[in-house]
């Protein structure tokens, strides 16, 4: 089960931490990412990869937000947020040391946080 908080509206350039618990792993292992989906993505397009987190620590970033962004198995921590950072944001896990950003990669899904942007 993936349970996120967080989002909401804030201004270009502020920061925003989106959080995740992920439980009921048998293996107790898991491995998480983040991926959204925004208004500049043609309809019936697939997710965007944000960030990800192998359960062994290893941490992988979309070029739009390296620098500026840090994930933990917790939570997505965004700086210096830009518009196009605007959209909807998932939490996803997989209970296997993993560390693509492929959506079709990750079982269990977050219900999703809104983040919006504005200039």
């Known amino acids: 089960q993936v349970v996120q908080s967080g989002g909401g509206a804030v201004q270009a350039g502020a920061s925003l931490r989106l959080s995740c618990v992920v439980s009921?792993?048998?293996?107790?292992?898991?491995?998480v990412a983040w991926f959204r989906q925004t208004p500049r993505q043609a309809p019936g397009s697939e997710r965007e990869?944000?960030?990800?987190?192998s359960s062994d620590g290893s941490t992988t970033y979309a070029e739009s937000v390296a620098g500026r962004t840090t994930i933990s198995q917790d939570y997505l921590q965004m700086n210096m947020l830009k518009p196009e950072d605007s959209g909807t944001y998932y939490c996803?896990?997989?209970?296997?040391?993993?560390?693509?950003?492929?959506?079709?990669?990750?079982?269990?899904w977050g219900q999703g946080s809104q983040v919006t942007v504005s200039s």
């Open positions: 009921g792993s048998r293996s107790g292992v898991s491995s």
């Open positions: 990869g944000v960030a990800g987190i």
């Open positions: 996803a896990a997989v209970p296997m040391r993993w560390l693509r950003l492929v959506p079709a990669d990750y079982t269990y």
